[in-house]
């Protein structure tokens, strides 16, 4: 099978849940090499994914497991909230503000040391609680999305715990995940890389999505 043809299972199973008004009919699965993984796009009306990821995390998935993860963006398209953007913009936005103003000491000449250090000090609290309120929200989206594609496996495929589903598909993804990045980088490296990106605190664990899922009604 050609790398032309080679994703043509996922394009096969994004067709049929377009026949079955599962995803809307105008909507687009998009090869990206941009896109890291698999991603819903709302203001382009389409679903990207990036071969790569597919070829390595997707591809020995059953038919059950990549129809739950279509439907999950598609989830992100129907029910997802515009706000989401809006609130990734937010950081940027002090920052936008200082760089249009005059410094502090041109705009308050006897502005006291401990002020200037006040004022600094509200605008990193800015950044934070901002990148605080859009990880929160990207949580309530992953329900959301989750929710959507739950309800379209109970109701359409008869699958009685699409729990099961989301638990297989996401601690595969982990553990390839996991043994992609040891294969790419030493021990001393890997430990950098831990303490400059750690995982954010309010992101939604494995156990919290099956679960929600599992209690959510048919």
């Not at 996991?178 to 890389?193: D, H, K, N, Y």
């Not at 999505?209 to 599992?214: A, G, L």
């Amino acid at each position: 099978m050609n790398r032309t043809n080679g994703n043509s299972r996922l394009h096969r199973i994004f067709r049929e849940l377009q026949e079955k008004g599962l995803i809307g009919r105008e909507r687009r699965l998009v090869p990206c090499p941009l896109t890291l993984s698999m991603r819903a796009y709302p203001a382009l009306n389409c679903i990207r994914y990036r071969r790569g990821f597919y070829d390595r995390h997707l591809s020995r998935a059953s038919d059950d497991m990549l129809r739950f993860v279509l439907l999950h963006e598609e989830g992100h398209i129907r029910k997802g909230s515009t706000l989401l953007s809006f609130l990734l913009a937010l950081p940027i936005l002090p920052y936008l503000l200082l760089l249009h103003l005059p410094s502090i000491d041109a705009l308050f000449p006897g502005l006291l040391p401990a002020a200037k250090i006040v004022s600094i000090a509200v605008i990193l609290l800015t950044v934070f609680f901002s990148y605080r309120a859009y990880y929160r929200r990207m949580c309530d989206e992953e329900f959301t999305a989750d929710r959507y594609a739950t309800e379209a496996m109970r109701r359409c495929y008869r699958i009685r715990d699409p729990g099961t589903l989301l638990q297989n598909l996401l601690s595969d993804l982990v553990a390839g995940r996991l043994a992609s990045s040891r294969r790419r980088r030493g021990g001393l490296s890997r430990v950098i890389s831990g303490l400059l990106r750690p995982e954010p605190d309010c992101r939604p664990s494995i156990s919290e999505r099956v679960q929600r899922v599992r209690d959510s009604k048919a």
